[in-house]
């Protein structure tokens, strides 16, 4: 009995002891809930506070007995541990049961043994004494029957109700102890809470920073676009101090803002985001330091809202003496040995001066700002816009540069010399050394000067900085480093002085000076996604620095030694550790080890080899063209999404048009940023973010997205077309829908046009298609053609069918635009022409303005055209031009027969013009024979 009831009691205290594995919550406390555990559900608005006052009141409340909070607890415990008490009872009743039934048996059996000791011993006995004998027996075994019974029936009662007392017990002592498990698991749950709340609460779920270690890259969900530099280098202690604020602009859902930095001590206390929609300032949680990845990992609260923003980084570091990064470098003055400041940032230095997004694809534009000793002269990029001295100290502030990559940075502070030069155009161009050597830059400064010159010449596009300057370092690891407007070369490499230097020096000079300054335009103005593709700045430059050479100097014949000099490049490649001139570069680790004779000297001979193939002429126009489309890009960042305060009306029309054709060419981050756009248009149709001038552009990149399987972008523009009430936001939508490269959807945008949603008169509007639906639209104005006759044939309308479908204008740009583009090239011609014949009434800065026009239209006319003839492969055929013929035949009305004619005619230009270009065995001569024609070629600078 006794244990039965013990076993029970500790049956009940392992049963509610199990808190840990969810036995006692799913068992007791939350019998209606999921069982996952609490603590697996985040707070939605945790704030660390909460663990003292969640424990204080759980603490109260557990040692409260008749607390509201534990009754329902409580009396569900009650419930179940009556239950098991009553089955107890139940099974001791049964047991006692049992033990009687033994004790009668016993008891029989007793008897049956008396009896048979009283029937042996009388058996001679007489009759009588067998009969009292007998009776004697009956009487003893009817009095021990009856004192079995009473014994049985006291029993029983004491049996009962020992069991029910101890029952009661068990009931009581379950009780007890349920109160005493309830208060200290609600305790225990209250910690645990509270415990998540303070140390693993860090807003919606995210990866930890071990997602970020040994990638490749950098990740892509934020997008460096100005950075704030400021700089205190200390000389003496070869230290350096520095701040830095990265607008940014957030892209993607993250908690995380990741971004290089090395050799550098953050101060962690520094750091913030701030946002740039309402200056709410936030900080990270953590600041992680990886530092064999050379990352800093910025851990914050909640995910950081999409949009522009602006971090700010305090930090120091040490100029080392590795000709990396920011170092220094040695110089004598006086007999006095000093220290200068040098940046060496290619390929992967920068992060060792400043954190940044130190990859060649993250380009952004840049404000330096030095504080300097006031007797050194402190250069960088960009020209001096302010100095002010403060004692032995000066703080120096340079211009904006245009937008380039983080190693393109550079600064040189120490004590220096410069001869200067302008170029014809007005470019300031210097040479630095140590002081004393001033005589030996004054070579390198010519051949500088008569280089620009060339290449403005050679590439059709100006130098893009109002100033270049070149310094001689004694301690420099490379030849030369190109970067943007601040050439740094070893001295040897730069200096040249009659007396000492052999003619191997001054063409060392020559190819040097040639080979940075070509990589102004290639490489600074254009660069490589990703040191992969080294081999194309390195290969490209190498090669045109002979050119160079060949054109300043052609009696040195350089190119008789273009064989010799690279050889080197054929001893290398014929180890078995060679490589391709483009290996793939997995880790920033990586990259140094390319920077060798195959990326250099074996990316020239193919590029002269290319060269050599394609003839001079079309190589030189295929590198003009790539500028050009450069240039596109570059002034879509220029003008950017937004209006600016007191911009040009052509600046206002020009975003539209060169964002619109930047998203019919599928340029992803137009892509990206419209789509942005549009959905918060969606949210807000007063939302700044989606100026009317910009509107068709976001639409037609929404467009280019929508297919078969995804027609979120569809609907939601025709969504926007029947909630409008403004005529001019109709037509933005009308000219938008049949954008998609889907056949599908550009039937169905086609039908909608012939909907009684759409007035007849606008119905023509919606005719521009995508270039992939040309033959989609032909089918389907072939199968509607009785509809739209019937329709439009009664006024001249039925002409923009016709021509729209048959013979289209570029789909990018609005008709009257693009027909003006036709005219662009007599009429540069004619300008550039006119202003040379008058050179000398012009002063250098309007010449240089003049030039930048031309080019950009020049360039800009390039892409029209181009775009034009992409946009219509189908209809550049003789077969195509008999089809529509054949169609028309017996169709034709006198309101469309002209029309037909010039469209057809068209047809027929367009496949001479496709036949030619196959035909054509230079291909570039062609393109600019045909732009020009009757005009000069010297006269657009080509």
Not at 4 to 15: E, L, P, R, T, Y
Request: glycine share 4%.
């Amino acid at each position: 009995m006794g244990a039965i009831g013990v076993g029970a009691v500790a049956a009940v205290g392992s049963m509610l002891r199990n808190t840990n594995n969810g036995g006692f919550h799913n068992t007791l406390i939350h019998r209606n809930q999921p069982t996952t555990p609490p603590v697996t559900h985040q707070p939605t608005a945790p704030q660390v506070p909460v663990q003292h006052t969640l424990m204080s009141e759980v603490e109260e409340n557990a040692n409260k007995d008749s607390s509201s909070s534990d009754e329902d607890a409580y009396k569900a415990s009650y419930d179940e541990i009556k239950k098991l008490a009553k089955d107890i009872i139940k099974e001791a009743l049964v047991e006692v049961k049992d033990i009687v039934k033994e004790a009668l048996v016993e008891v029989k059996d007793i008897v049956k043994e008396a009896l048979v000791e009283v029937k042996d011993a009388n058996k001679d006995s007489s009759e009588k004494e067998e009969d009292e004998t007998k009776k004697l027996a009956k009487d003893i075994v009817k009095e021990a029957l009856v004192e079995v019974k009473d014994a049985y029936k006291a029993s029983s009662e004491k049996e009962e109700d020992e069991t029910k007392k101890l029952a009661k017990d068990i009931v009581k002592e379950a009780l007890v102890e349920v109160k005493d498990i309830v208060k200290e698991a609600l305790v225990e749950v209250a910690k645990t809470v509270a415990e998540y709340i303070e140390n693993s609460w860090t807003g919606p779920p995210q990866k930890s920073i071990e997602q970020f270690k040994g990638q490749a890259r950098l990740p892509k969900f934020a997008v460096p676009i100005f950075y704030n530099i400021r700089l205190k280098p200390d000389l003496k202690a070869c230290k350096f101090a520095g701040s830095v604020a990265i607008e940014l602009n957030i892209v993607a859902d993250t908690s995380f803002i990741v971004l290089n930095a090395a050799e550098l001590s953050v101060d962690t206390a520094s750091v913030s985001f701030t946002r740039s929609s309402n200056s709410k300032v936030l900080k990270p949680l953590k600041v992680h330091v990886v530092e064999e990845d050379e990352i800093l990992v910025l851990d914050f609260a909640n995910t950081l809202p999409i949009g522009i923003g602006s971090l700010t980084i305090h930090f120091h570091g040490t100029l080392n003496d590795k000709m990396k990064g920011f170092y220094t470098s040695t110089y004598e003055h006086n007999s006095e040995k000093k220290n200068m400041a040098v940046t060496q940032f290619e390929p992967d230095g920068a992060r060792r001066c400043f954190p940044c997004w130190d990859e060649p694809a993250c380009k952004a534009m840049f404000k330096i700002t030095l504080d300097v000793p006031s007797k050194l002269v402190a250069l960088s990029n960009m020209p001096i816009i302010e100095e002010k001295i403060d004692g032995d100290l000066k703080t120096v502030s340079y211009q904006e540069s245009p937008i380039m990559s983080t190693y393109l940075v550079a600064i040189v502070v120490g004590l220096f010399d410069y001869v200067e030069h302008l170029t014809s155009d007005g470019v300031k161009v210097r040479v630095y050394c140590q002081v004393g050597k001033l005589n030996q830059g004054r070579f390198a400064l010519d051949v500088a000067v008569r280089t620009l010159e060339l290449y403005r010449e050679y590439f059709a596009v100006p130098y893009f900085l109002p100033k270049l300057d070149m310094v001689a370092i004694p301690d420099f690891a490379f030849g030369a480093m190109a970067n943007y407007g601040l050439v740094t070369c070893c001295e040897t490499d730069l200096l040249y002085d009659n007396q000492y230097s052999t003619a191997a020096n001054k063409q060392r000079v020559v190819i040097v000076v040639a080979h940075e300054l070509a990589h102004q335009w290639f490489g600074n103005l254009v660069t490589i996604e990703w040191w992969t593709h080294l081999w194309l700045n390195e290969g490209f430059a190498t090669w045109v620095s002979y050119l160079a050479a060949n054109h300043l100097f052609p009696e040195w014949k350089v190119w008789t030694q273009f064989l010799d000099d690279y050889t080197e490049g054929l001893r290398l490649d014929g180890l078995a550790e060679s490589h391709p001139i483009e290996l793939e570069i997995n880790h920033a680790r990586e990259i140094d080890e390319i920077g060798n004779a195959i990326s250099y000297n074996k990316g020239a001979s193919v590029i002269r080899m290319l060269q050599s193939y394609l003839g001079a002429e079309c190589f030189q126009s295929s590198r003009k063209i790539a500028i050009g489309i450069f240039y596109l890009r570059v002034l879509k960042r220029k003008l950017g999404w937004e209006p600016k305060t007191g911009e040009s009306h052509l600046d206002a029309m020009l975003r539209g048009e060169v964002l619109t054709a930047l998203a019919v060419f599928g340029h992803d981050l137009t892509l990206k940023e419209a789509n942005r756009r549009f959905h918060a248009f969606l949210d807000d149709r007063n939302t700044p973010l989606l100026h009317p001038n910009i509107r068709k552009a976001a639409y037609v990149a929404i467009m280019r997205e929508v297919s078969t399987s995804n027609r979120f972008g569809y609907e939601s523009l025709l969504r926007v077309y029947r909630e409008t009430d403004s005529s001019q936001e109709k037509t933005r939508v009308l000219s938008s829908l049949t954008s998609s490269p889907d056949p599908n959807i550009i039937v169905e945008a086609l039908n909608f046009l012939l909907s009684s949603e759409v007035r007849t008169l606008d119905a023509v509007l919606g005719l521009g298609v995508s270039r992939e639906g040309r033959q989609t639209a032909w089918t389907w104005m072939k199968d509607n053609w009785e509809h739209i006759s019937k329709t439009w044939g009664s006024g001249n309308l039925i002409t923009h069918f016709v021509n729209s479908i048959v013979s289209p204008v570029c789909h990018s740009l609005s008709p009257s635009l693009f027909y003006c583009y036709l005219l662009v090239p007599q009429v540069l011609v004619f300008v550039l022409c006119v202003s040379i014949k008058n050179l000398e009434n012009l002063n250098s800065n309007a010449f240089y303005q003049l030039l930048l026009l031309v080019i950009f239209f020049f360039f800009f006319f390039l892409f029209s055209f181009s775009c034009y003839v992409l946009s219509i492969p189908q209809f550049a055929s003789f077969e195509k031009a008999k089809e529509i013929e054949e169609f028309f035949a017996s169709r034709t009305n006198s309101k469309i027969a002209r029309t037909l004619k010039q469209s057809i005619e068209r047809v027929h230009i367009n496949a001479n013009w496709v036949q030619r270009v196959h035909n054509e065995e230079h291909l570039g001569e062609t393109m600019i024979k045909f732009i020009l024609r009757d005009g000069e070629t010297k006269c657009v600078i080509l």
